[in-house]
């Protein structure tokens, strides 16, 4: 056990999070830089929630859907859209016209759209295993 602390080597690696917030009846539209993908919900509630970015807090009451919502529409994607609307989130008590959504979401993930790309541009054989032979693109 032990060993030399001056051979230790630390990197630290920012991960970008974005933050976005939208009243009833709006539109959210959202999206990571280049090359990224949302990777992870920090954040997500349609309700009353309270806070600014990295510090957001569930009100007085949310939708039970609103993590499932923002998972569905935006993980695994570089940009996506939410209409912010009580039947969205799945709200049919009153309150629910009122509702305001906040979310914190990590853009880390790479983007598979990027690699494909480069590849074609490079003239690199791309073969589809879906079904039947294989086929050239």
């Given at each position: 056990?032990?060993g030399n602390?001056i051979n230790?080597?630390v ?13 009833y009846?709006?539109t959210?539209?959202i ?19 309270q806070?600014?970015c ?19 529409a935006?993980i ?18 009153q309150g ?13 993930g ?28």
């Open positions: 056990m032990g602390p230790v080597c990197k630290t690696i920012t991960i970008g999070s974005i933050c976005a917030t939208a009243g009846g709006k959210l539209e999206k990571c830089p280049d090359g990224k993908t949302f990777s992870q919900i920090a954040f997500a509630s349609y309700g009353n929630p806070g600014k990295g510090s957001f807090q569930v009100g007085v009451w949310e939708s039970s859907d609103s993590a499932s919502v923002i998972e569905n935006c695994g994607k570089q940009s996506c859209s939410v209409n912010v609307t009580s039947s969205t989130f799945k709200i049919n008590n629910g016209n009122d509702g305001q959504l906040a979310v914190q979401l990590l853009c880390d790479s983007d598979p759209e990027i690699g494909r790309v480069q590849k074609v541009k490079n003239h690199e054989k791309l073969s589809l295993n879906e079904s039947g032979p294989e086929s050239e693109l």
